[in-house]
């Protein structure tokens, strides 16, 4: 096929929470110079709204959840999109504890993912990108250009938590208290936490985060 009508680039970077998926995909998307999508960043806004909605989270149904998706929408910005409610900037609610503490369960909705994908891949049909999430490369895009699985482990990816947070090194009860909350939260997006069978693995533990990312443009370049 000729570039000319090959379908727009699109590279997954799918793996577990804190794995760097997401400053991962926004160097790589920076280097190939395309936007990057963050699918979690999507849950997180649909989770957002819900709040706002109020009600305690045990009496959230799927159509609950479904109601305040319209008040979400995504900016193209240079790099990324910006994530909105009801129009506004939101970035420092939607990382905020209440948030991350249910977007798990939202995430589990299946009607809500199937809106979430209808979205991302709207971004791609228009935006060449790297979109990071848990099932990119399997539930959203199987056919894209790269796929690559991004993994750490626990202790590891709390202590890159942790340092990120703070800008210090944890001390071992901290240490021991978020590798305990990753895998938390692992275990309830098991379900969704899949690598593709072609996807690329990367072991992150042993290497920094520029090395990471040179394997990837340089993979994605490959298949450009
Ligand atoms: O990547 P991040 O940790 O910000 O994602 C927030 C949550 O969104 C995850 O804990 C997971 O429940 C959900 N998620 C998902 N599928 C994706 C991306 C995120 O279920 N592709």
């Known amino acids: 096929m000729s570039s000319a009508n090959r379908p727009p680039l699109v590279v997954t970077i799918d793996g577990p929470a804190a794995s760097g998926k997401s400053s991962t995909s926004q160097m790589v998307a920076a280097q190939l110079g395309v936007r990057h999508v963050d699918s979690g960043m999507i849950y997180r806004l649909v989770t ?3 709040l706002r909605a109020g009600g305690t989270s045990e ?9 305040e998706a319209g008040r979400v929408s995504v900016a193209p910005g240079a790099t990324s999109f910006e994530p909105l409610l009801d129009g506004e900037p939101c970035e420092g609610e939607i ?3 209440a948030v991350t503490r249910t977007v798990s369960l939202v995430a589990q909705m299946p009607r809500v993912r199937a809106w979430v994908n209808a979205l991302v891949r ?4 228009v935006h060449e990108i790297v979109v990071d999430g848990r099932d990119m490369g399997t ?3 199987p056919d894209a250009r790269l796929k690559v699985w991004l993994v750490a482990t ?17 001390t071992s009860a901290e240490l021991a208290e978020e590798t305990r909350a990753l895998e938390a939260r692992d275990a309830k997006d098991q379900p969704q936490t899949q690598p593709a069978t072609d996807a690329v693995w990367i072991d992150t533990t042993g290497i920094t985060q520029e090395e990471q990312v ?5 993979l994605a370049r490959e298949r450009r």
């Open 48 to 50: 957002a709204a819900r």
């Open 59 to 67: 009496s959230w149904t799927e159509q609950s959840v479904l109601e």
């Open 95 to 97: 990382r905020g504890e």
């Open 122 to 125: 709207a971004t791609a049909s």
């Open 139 to 141: 539930a959203v895009f």
């Open 154 to 170: 626990p202790e590891e990816r709390a202590r890159r938590r942790i340092v990120q947070r703070t800008g210090r090194q944890p």
């Open 214 to 218: 040179r394997q990837i443009v340089l």
